[in-house]
């Protein structure tokens, strides 16, 4: 069984819209119906999320066979480090003065 099928599945014996299944997990609207159409693959932390609000453990998620290959936090992006903010240019040095002549 795929993600998908299983979050239908999962989500039909709690009475649960994708409306309501978002707002009852924090993940947003657009994620839960691409998840639900098989479009995309939810990081460990959504399947987490989602499992949470429909009363079972992440574990119900175990068969699929689309998520059988990742380890938790594989799916996850990796975090970008900060890098320091660049200094302003320099001010132009102002130009040497030629002394006037009598």
């Known amino acids: 069984m795929r993600f998908a099928e299983k979050l239908r599945q999962l989500r039909d014996a709690a009475g649960l819209s994708e409306a309501k299944l978002a707002e009852a997990s924090g993940v947003s609207f657009s994620s839960v119906h691409e998840y ?3 479009r ?3 990081s460990f932390a959504a399947v987490v999320k989602i499992a949470r609000a429909l009363g079972v453990t ?7 066979e689309d998520m059988a290959d990742e380890a938790p936090g594989a799916a996850a992006r ?10 302003p240019p320099a001010a132009p ?8 002549g009598k």
């Open 78 to 87: 990796p975090k970008k480090r900060a890098s320091a903010p660049t200094p």
């Open 58 to 64: 992440c574990e119900a998620f175990a068969g699929c």
């Open 40 to 42: 995309r693959k939810p």
């Open 36 to 38: 639900g159409l098989g």
């Open 93 to 100: 040095k102002p130009k040497a003065r030629k002394p006037r």
